[in-house]
């Protein structure tokens, strides 16, 4: 992930940031209100690290998958929609046959709740 998706979903990944880095609260996460040198500052002082360890420890979280709360955020949804195209085949068909599901010949229920 990148700087700008930890900033425009800067209170989704407290948990995620939580989770690496114990010492940091809530107060402290508000407080640094998404400044990458400011956090950095902040677990080096709250995990008792060098500016470079907590710089490093920083970059190294970032190299992981954006945090499932900032990744469903509705913020998200109309840059999910967006990409959706790109996992459809160019030549998809949205009638076409979809018998490797195995419901093709099963009648949808009009009130899903009793089919």
Known sequence: MNWNDVTANWPSVFPSLRARFP???DDILIAVDGRRPTL???IANE???TP?????ALAEWLEGPMPFDARTHPA???E???NSGKYVPDQEDVYSDDA???DDDQVDSP????G
Request: proline letters at 0%.
């Open 76 to 78: 998200q949804n109309d």
């Open 47 to 49: 995990q008792g690290m």
């Open 100 to 102: 490797r599901f195995g």
């Open 80 to 82: 999910a929609i967006r």
């Open 52 to 56: 470079e360890d907590a710089r490093a």
């Open 111 to 114: 009130d899903r709740r009793f």
């Open 23 to 25: 010492e940091l609260t």
């Open 40 to 42: 950095e500052a902040a």
